[in-house]
Each structure stands twice: as structure tokens, then as C-alpha cells.
């Protein structure tokens, strides 16, 4: 079979020809599985091995029969590079192409027209919840990098999601996987044909690094330019003309190891200097950490993590790609999915931190590292190396991730925390009205498909249950006395479940049911430090500032200053308290406009954390207030408001009127205010060439124009 062979209209079988002269062999073995004739279809096979691209034929099949494809997918930067792609290539021939990855208390009715939807996982569990009508109109369900089932964090989300997507519509799946040991359980779960294919077109060699030596399969290259080892390999790569990603476990890291290098390597450029103004200016005023990436990228360097500005990380993403900048250190940010022109891949650290201590991380992910070299869109081979330090190291290093087995993937859907978000969820909607269909729900997860027992996840989610009854989030008609010992004539009930307004609007919001009860018995705490403290105890605002040693006395004054009781210092909490509390002091500074720069100093946190940070809390803040008004606590819903509004611009109450003119941040709006003009009708009064003094021309005709 060819592209030609395909009954497709003309039109569309030329762009894929422009991509594939011809067909590998998952993407044939997937076509003869019957993936145009809708058969549910799982496909493991090794990275760059062209998934993407058996996805696309089958949206396209279900374009051409007036379908609609909903395109899951784990990380943000492959959610954009996906869309930019189809966008590109498929507009043309009509079709809708749209992207989802935002806003999570929203339906998104506006997706009903599009054909094609990328959607994050959040995304689409967000929209499950607000029973949006497109949904029923979906046709093809393509969950992409599927293994991450098994990610603690992410993996429930997506079971769920999955789970519920195959319950409400009759569509086909397609999942695509990594290379694991038990994709066939995947399929089976799935109702799905498995096709699995160890094929790679670009061939990517696997090997340590030791005392100046790349150990190949046995052979022994040197590279002999006396440096030190990662910029060694750098050096070898740039001589080579070609460039590299290093990944690292932590952002610290990322930043450390990007000085290390830039710091020997010099390949200035008109090119990289604009760049680097670009990523220097990205915020109003830039930050060290906007210094420290701008002079990286100065000499060709970047780092790339979770804390970079949106507009920072698409700049490093982009100019990687066009080959200015040779050297990015990651952390896992950059290792799913991407197709990305690094003919090396470095990685550092094959262990992190676990919570429990320092553990290996497993083979699949650094595989998924791995994968980012030597990809056919940009190279025809490829290097994957590890870093060692002694021979017992490189031993254990080859034993692992170059001669290792892929290890099996495995639910991780089954503890409390995740349960009540999702049985909240479920009752909210109205999906599951009593506890025979939340068993029968959850029968159908992939946690029961691999353990086989659903009476185990019931225990659980009786208890949970019982919480968000207390909450009152739910009712049912079950007896309160018997409910906590079921008498044997009773086994057999059934009670219904129906959610309170409340527990709906919890739902949809997207928040814990544990935070939102929290939040709810703080709702009348409302001056001061207190509604920031109440949010920084929620666990949505995690990971919380970190402590320094002797930190301590220091933050127990100001707690002191603001009237704050801490738990005894014995007790097993404090710790926890002291970062609540320090990172609500961080926001506290914020919304007294104090700068970047001097939160960097004084908190130890990033613009990128920061930004991060502000939205969590802007979340939180806008949650509380939606719930005040739903618990009859209306007059604190005001109160709440402006301090989002405070975190939003970072700026004192009585400055909030005019920093919400398009145009002006917060230094110059407070130049206004000390000047007398602190309202629109202010403004209006003031004579243009004064305001053209403080503020620059182009500005005060700016301002001048939205308050006439
Ligand atoms: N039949 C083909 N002939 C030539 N090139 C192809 C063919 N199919 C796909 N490609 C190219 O190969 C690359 C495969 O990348 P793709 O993103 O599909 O990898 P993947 O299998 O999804 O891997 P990963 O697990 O890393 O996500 C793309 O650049 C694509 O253009
Ligand atoms: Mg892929």
C-alpha cells in the first residue's frame, strides 16, 4: 500500500507525499489492522518511528466522513507543536483545526465547529465536567504518549478520561505508546488491535561516556579535547557542526549546566544578540534569571524548564529548531514527543529525587530522552549518551538503559486524593447516579482491567463517599446511622448519589474537594495575610517556597507581626506551616509591588516560578470567591476579587483602577498616583503634555484614547 492507493481526494494524498514517498512498517502493519475502517487500535513502537503520522491518516479519514477528532496529548510544547503542524499542513484542504489547553473553568462551546481538537489531558477532563454538547459529536479519540498511564501525576487524569470519553460516545481510539512491556494490556482494555513495531529509520546509537571515551557497542571512541566531560562532548558536537539537548533532573540543574557551557563556548552572532535582547526584555523588567538565559543564549546556549516565561521558552524552542541556538539543558520538559534537530541527547542524571530518596529513574522515560536524537526530519543518525563516573557506574548504566528491558506500565489510579477529585467529578455531572453505577464505572478503568479487583477501589471510594457528603457536596439517601455499619439485610442497597449545587460548582472549578472545603470554613478570613495563608494550605499551590536552614526564627517574627498562630514546633505540621506561610509572605510582598528582582532576592524564586505561582493563585483566589457566593458569604466575594486582581498586576488596592488600563504596568501607573492622577477621570483631567512627561508619548496618547 502507497500514499497513492489511498481513497482519499487528490488533494490530500499530495501533502502526504510531500512528507512520505512511502509507508514504514507500523504504519503499514496499522493500515492493515483496519485503522481506516475504525478498528480500536493501540500502537507501541519506538520514538521518531512516524505515530503522528498514522494518527493523521485516521483524523483524516474521519474528516472525509465528516467526523470529529479529539487529539490528547501530556505537555503543552507538544500540544503547540502538533497544532502549528496540522494547522499548517490541513487548513488548506478546510479543515477546522483547533487548540485547548488553557482556561480550566470552561466548556469550550466554541470547539463545536472545529474538526480537529488538541486538547490536554486537563483540558478535556475539565470539559467532560461541564457536559459540553460537542462531545457526543466525537468521532475519533487518539490518545498520544499513552504509557504515561503510569506517571503518578498525570497518568489518572488521562485513565479517566479515557475511561469516560468511551462511555459517552461510540468512537474510535487510537492510542499511541512508547515501546513497554505490556502494551497488550492497553489493548486489551481498549477493546483495541495491537500493532507493535520495533522499527526506528533513523538509527540512534546508545552508549556511556567515561574518562574522555564514548563506549559504543563494545567499541571505544575518544575525544580528546581535555575538557571537562558534558562540555567535551559539547566541543565534539560543535566540531562536528551539530547540535545537542542535555537532560538534567532539576531546573537548578538546568540552569548550572547551561552556564558551564556557555561559559566555554564562543559562537557570538548578530543573530543570537537579538535573540537574546528578546528573551533579556520579555518582562517588563527583566529578572537574573531573564539575564542569566539571555547570556547564555548570547553564546549559544539555553536552558529550558517549567520556570521560563511562555514567550522565553517558545524563543529557545523555536531557535533550537532553526539552529541559532546549539545547546539546550532540559529537564523533562522537552522529552516527550518532540521532533527536535539534536542529533546528540545527553543525559546527566539517571536518578532523582522520589519523595523517599534518591531512585533510578525508569528505562521507558529516559528512552523518551533518548528518543529526541536523531530524528528523521532533521537528522539520518543519532547519538544517546550517558554520563559516568566510575566503571561500576557505566556498568550499571549499560545493564539498565542500553541492554535493559522495558519495564511494564501500571495504574496508578487507586489513592484517595485522586478518587475524590474524580467521584466529585462524576457525581457532579450527573454521569453516575448511584453507587451500582459507580462500581460498574469504575470496572471499566484500566486500574481494575490490571488488577482485577473492584471491590478493593470501592472500599476507597466509600470512604471518599462519606467525605463529600460531609462537605455536603453529595446527598444520598442512604441512612447516616447505618453507614458505618451496614447490616447484612442492607448489603444490597443501592443509594443514590446526587450532587448539592455546591459540590457542581466544585467540580467544574477543577479544585480538590479537600481544598475547596478548606477554603469555604476560611471564607470570612479576609484581611491581612489570612485569605493567602488559606489558599498556600491548599494543595493546588504546590510545590510551596522552600526553607532555608535558620529561616525559621526569622519567619516566626513576621508571624509575629501579622498576628499569625503557628503550630508548636514539635508538632508534625510545622515545617509544612513554615512554607505555607512564607510563600504567602512571598505573595504579600508581590501585591506590595515589590519587584522581581527583589522577590528573586529575598524568596529564592524564579519570574518563571513566579508567573506559575500567580496563576495558581489567581485560580484559587477566583474559586473562593465563586464559592463565597454560592455559601451565602457575599459580602467577602468583593474582598476576594481585588486581591486576584492584586496578585494579577502585583500591586496595592489603590492602584488597581489604573493598572487595568492597557499599556501601563505597575511602575508607571504609581508614577501616575504620586502624581495625583489615580482614576480614569483623573486622567482626563490632566493636561496630554504633562502625561506625555511621565509617561512617553506613544503611552499617554494610548491611555488618553481608552479613557475618552
Ligand atoms: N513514511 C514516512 N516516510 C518518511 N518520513 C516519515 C514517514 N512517516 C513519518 N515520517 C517522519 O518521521 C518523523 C516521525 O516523527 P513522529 O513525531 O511521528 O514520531 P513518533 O513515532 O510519534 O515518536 P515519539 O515517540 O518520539 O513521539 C516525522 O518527522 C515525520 O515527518
Ligand atoms: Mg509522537
Redesign the pocket.
Known amino acids: 500500500m502507497n500514499v497513492k492507493d489511498l481513497s482519499f481526494p487528490d488533494e490530500v494524498k499530495n501533502i502526504l507525499s510531500t ?6 512498517p ?2 503499514l502493519a496499522a493500515l492493515k489492522a483496519g485503522l481506516l475502517d475504525k478498528e480500536n487500535m493501540v500502537v507501541a ?10 494518527a493523521e491518516l485516521a483524523f483524516l479519514n474521519h474528516y472525509l466522513k465528516n467526523g470529529k477528532t479529539v487529539y490528547l496529548v501530556p505537555l503543552k510544547a507538544l500540544a503547540s507543536e502538533k497544532y502549528e503542524e496540522f494547522k499548517q499542513k490541513y487548513e488548506k484542504i478546510g479543515m477546522k483545526v483547533a487548540i485547548s489547553t488553557g482556561d480550566l473553568d470552561s466548556g469550550d462551546g466554541w470547539l463545536a465547529n472545529y474538526d480537529l481538537i488538541i486538547a490536554s489531558n486537563e483540558k478535556m477532563d475539565s470539559i467532560l465536567r461541564h457536559r459540553t454538547p460537542w462531545v457526543k459529536d466525537i468521532s475519533l479519540i487518539i490518545s ?2 499513552v504509557h504515561l498511564l503510569d506517571d503518578a501525576s498525570r497518568g489518572p487524569t488521562l485513565e479517566m478520561v479515557l475511561t469516560r470519553l468511551r462511555e459517552e460516545v461510540n468512537a474510535q481510539v487510537l492510542a ?1 505508546s ?1 515501546t513497554i512491556s505490556n502494551a497488550n494490556e492497553i489493548a486489551q482494555w481498549l477493546d483495541a488491535k495491537l500493532v507493535k513495531s520495533d522499527y526506528r ?1 533513523v538509527v540512534l546509537k546508545k552508549g556511556v561516556f567515561l574518562d574522555n571515551t564514548l563506549h559504543f557497542d563494545g567499541k571505544e571512541t575518544p575525544i580528546n579535547n581535555e575538557h571537562e566531560m558534558e562540555f567535551s562532548i559539547c566541543k565534539d558536537t560543535i566540531d562536528k557542526k551539530k547540535q545537542a539537548l542535555i537532560f538534567v533532573s532539576t531546573r537548578r540543574s538546568a540552569e548550572a549546566e547551561a552556564d558551564k557551557i556557555a561559559k566555554k563556548l564562543a559562537t557570538p552572532s548578530a543573530e543570537l544578540e537579538k535573540i537574546a535582547m528578546q528573551i533579556e526584555t520579555a518582562l517588563a523588567t527583566p529578572t537574573k534569571q531573564c539575564k542569566r538565559l539571555a547570556n547564555n543564549v548570547r553564546k549559544g546556549v539555553a536552558f529550558h524548564h517549567a520556570g521560563l516565561v511562555a514567550k522565553q521558552r517558545k524563543l529557545v524552542e523555536d531557535n533550537f529548531r532553526a539552529g541559532n541556538i546549539k545547546f539546550i539543558t532540559a529537564t523533562t520538559s522537552l522529552a ?4 527536535l534537530p539534536a542529533w546528540r541527547v545527553v543525559v546527566r542524571d539517571t536518578k532523582r529525587y522520589s519523595g523517599y530518596g534518591m531512585d533510578y529513574i525508569p528505562n521507558i522515560e529516559i528512552q ?1 530522552m533518548f ?2 536524537a536523531g ?3 532533521y537528522d539520518d543518525s543519532g547519538e544517546a549518551i550517558l554520563l559516568a563516573k566510575t566503571d561500576s557506574d557505566k556498568e550499571e548504566m549499560e545493564y539498565r538503559y542500553i541492554n535493559g528491558d522495558m519495564e511494564k506500565i501500571y495504574s496508578k489510579l487507586s489513592v484517595e486524593p485522586v478518587l475524590r477529585m474524580h467521584v466529585l467529578a462524576l457525581v457532579a455531572s450527573g454521569f453516575v447516579q448511584s453507587k451500582s453505577q459507580l462500581r460498574s464505572f469504575f470496572e471499566k478503568t484500566f486500574y481494575v482491567h490490571q488488577y482485577g479487583d473492584v471491590d478493593d477501589v470501592m472500599q476507597k471510594i466509600e470512604r471518599v463517599v462519606k467525605l463529600l457528603k460531609d462537605f455536603k457536596f453529595i446527598t444520598s439517601d442512604e441512612k447516616s446511622s447505618i453507614e458505618e455499619f451496614t447490616p447484612a439485610f442492607d448489603m444490597n442497597a443501592d443509594p443514590e448519589y446526587k450532587p448539592t449545587p455546591l459540590g457542581k460548582r466544585v467540580a467544574e472549578l477543577y479544585i480538590d474537594p479537600v481544598s475547596a472545603n478548606h477554603i469555604i470554613r476560611n471564607i470570612g478570613k479576609v484581611s491581612g495575610i489570612d485569605p493567602l495563608l488559606t489558599i498556600n494550605q491548599c494543595t493546588e499551590m504546590w510545590p510551596l517556597l522552600r526553607i532555608r536552614a535558620a529561616e525559621a526564627e526569622q519567619l516566626e517574627d513576621a508571624m509575629d507581626d501579622y498576628g499569625v498562630q503557628p503550630p508548636d514546633a514539635w508538632d508534625l505540621d510545622y515545617d509544612e506551616f513554615l512554607k505555607q506561610f512564607k510563600t504567602a509572605l512571598m505573595f504579600m510582598d508581590w501585591t506590595n509591588e515589590s519587584s522581581e528582582n527583589q522577590l528573586l532576592e529575598k524568596f529564592n524564586v524564579t519570574p518563571g516560578e513566579l508567573y506559575t505561582k500567580k496563576n495558581n493563585a489567581e485560580w484559587m483566589l477566583y474559586s473562593a470567591r465563586e464559592l463565597a457566593l454560592l455559601v451565602g458569604k457575599k459580602e467577602f466575594a468583593t474582598q476576594l476579587n481585588k486581591l486576584r486582581l492584586r496578585i494579577h498586576y502585583g500591586v496595592r488596592e489603590d492602584l488597581i483602577k489604573l493598572v487595568m488600563l492597557k499599556g501601563i504596568g505597575r511602575a508607571r501607573s504609581r508614577v501616575l498616583f504620586k502624581a495625583g492622577i489615580k482614576r480614569k477621570a483623573d486622567i482626563k483631567k490632566t493636561p496630554p503634555k504633562a502625561l506625555e512627561k511621565m509617561l512617553g508619548k506613544k503611552t499617554a496618547q494610548n491611555i488618553l484614547r481608552q479613557v475618552s
Open positions: 512528507e512520505a514517498a512511502s509507508f514504514n507500523p504504519q513502537s519506538p520514538t521518531a518511528s512516524g505515530k503522528t503520522l498514522i498520544d504518549e499511541l512508547a529509520p516527550f514527543g518532540l521532533n523518551q528518543g529526541r530524528r528523521p526530519k
